[in-house]
């Protein structure tokens, strides 16, 4: 089994591939085909909606890159990481805390995220 911060840190270089194909490469590594996601702001069922999620984050913010604050914290099958969301030449815009369930072999089967404080560009 991988560990929380190698997990974390796949997840989080997910988010900021922009790469279209490398970052459906890397999502199907690193979730299970049946993976489910949901924030206050929005939701992705498998990799196709899981991707597409994240490609409408990114559209929308291009430049903006998410980063892991301190250490991830895993407990068997859960994962807890908090991250921050800035422009590449900027402070922080948000910030957030997510809890997963992470299968037998790493991968991520559901991811549940919290904003912390948001303070994005509409």
Request: glycine residues 10%; charged residues 25%; negative net charge.
């Amino acid at each position: 089994m991988s560990n929380g911060q190698t997990i974390a840190d796949r997840y989080i270089a997910i988010w900021n591939e922009s790469d279209d194909s490398k970052r459906r490469v890397m999502i199907a590594d690193a979730w299970a085909e049946d993976a489910h996601y949901a924030d206050p702001l929005m939701a992705g069922e498998g990799h196709a909606g899981i991707d597409a999620m994240i490609a409408a984050v990114q559209a929308k913010y291009p430049g903006y890159r998410f980063a892991r604050l301190g250490t991830a914290d895993r407990h068997g099958d859960n994962l807890r990481f908090s991250w921050s969301l800035a422009p590449e030449a900027g402070g922080e815009v948000a910030r957030g805390t997510d809890f997963a369930t992470v299968s037998a072999d790493g991968r991520l089967t559901r991811v549940v995220g919290f904003l912390d404080s948001v303070s994005l560009p509409a």
